[in-house]
C-alpha cells in the first residue's frame, strides 16, 4: 500500500474509504490493521504521523497502542535528543486515545520518574484526556449515518461535529481545515449549525473560537456559496467578540 502523507487527513480518509461494509457498518479492525503495518515503518515521519492521529481518530486496537506503550517504556523515562522527544512526546499522548486504563500506571510513572519534564507533562495531560478520549471514541465510531451515500471517513466527521463537546467539534474543524476537506455533506451540516447557533450569546472562548473557525472553514473551502450565512454572524451575532471575529474572516478571505 502507498500512502503519501502530507496533511494529517491524508491517512484517515485513505484508510476509511475502504471501511464501508456490505452491513452498513464502519470497520475499525480493517482501519487498525492498516495502520498497525503504517506503525511498524521503517520511515520515521510516516510512523510520527500515525501516532499523532491515533490519539483522535477513534481506533482503541490493542495491538496498536501496545506496540506504542512499549516503545514509550522503553524510550520516554531518559534523556532524549530532540527529534526522540517529539516522537516520544506524541506516543505519551496517544495513549489517551485508546481510552485503555491499563495504560495509566505507565503513565503515572512517566509523571512520577521521566527525565524531562516535557514527557512528564504530556503524561499528565494523557491521564486527565482518557476518560474524554473514552466518549470521544464512542462519538466518533457511531455508525447511525452510514449508509450507501456517506462513504465512512465522512460519516467520522460528521458524528464529530454534531457531538455536544465543544473541543471535538473543533479538532473536527481543525482537521477538516488542514485537509481542504470539501465535502457537501460535512460543508451543509457546519452551515446548519452556524445558523442554528450563532444567535447564542455564549462568553465561552471556546464556543467563540468554534464558530469563528466554522466560519472561516465555509469560507475557504466551501466559497461562495457559503459567504451569506458567515455574513449573517458578522451582522446579526449578538456576541460581539464573534462579530469582530468573524468580520476578519470575511476581511482576510477578500485578501485572498
Known amino acids: 500500500m502507498c500512502v503519501s502523507i502530507v496533511r494529517p487527513l491524508s491517512l484517515v480518509c485513505l484508510l476509511l474509504l475502504s471501511a464501508l461494509t456490505s452491513a452498513g457498518t464502519i470497520d475499525r479492525t480493517a482501519d487498525a490493521d492498516q495502520y498497525l503495518r503504517l506503525l511498524q515503518s521503517d520511515r520515521d515521519y510516516v510512523r510520527l504521523q500515525v501516532i499523532k492521529e491515533l490519539g483522535w481518530v477513534g481506533i482503541t486496537d490493542p495491538r496498536l497502542f501496545d ?14 535528543d530532540e527529534a526522540r522527544l517529539s ?15 491499563e495504560y495509566v500506571p505507565l503513565l503515572n510513572r512517566l ?13 499528565a495531560q494523557a491521564i486527565a484526556h482518557m476518560p474524554v478520549a473514552r466518549q ?5 465510531n457511531d455508525d447511525s449515518r452510514v449508509n450507501s451515500v456517506i462513504p465512512p471517513f465522512i460519516v467520522m466527521f460528521l458524528n464529530m461535529l454534531n457531538a455536544d463537546d465543544l473541543a471535538l467539534k473543533k479538532l473536527a474543524l481543525e482537521q477538516i481545515q488542514l485537509e481542504g476537506l470539501s465535502n457537501q455533506y460535512v460543508l451543509d451540516d457546519i452551515a446548519g449549525q452556524i445558523r442554528s447557533n450563532y444567535s447564542n450569546n455564549s462568553t465561552e472562548e471556546i464556543w467563540v473560537e468554534t464558530v469563528t473557525l466554522a466560519c ?12 451569506d450565512v458567515v455574513k449573517a454572524v458578522a451582522r446579526k451575532s449578538p456576541n460581539a467578540e464573534l462579530r469582530h471575529a468573524v468580520k476578519k474572516v470575511l476581511r482576510d478571505s477578500s485578501k485572498k
Open 111 to 123: 509523571v512520577e520518574d521521566a527525565a524531562q519534564s516535557e514527557i512528564k507533562a504530556a503524561a
Open 216 to 227: 472561516r472553514v465555509l469560507i475557504e473551502i466551501g466559497g461562495s456559496g457559503y459567504v
Open 67 to 80: 506496540l506504542v506503550a512499549d516503545r514509550v517504556e522503553a524510550e520516554a523515562f531518559g534523556r532524549l
Open 87 to 101: 516522537v516520544m512526546y506524541w506516543g505519551v499522548l496517544a495513549l489517551a486515545g485508546s481510552g485503555a486504563e
Open 136 to 140: 470521544w471514541n464512542l462519538i466518533i
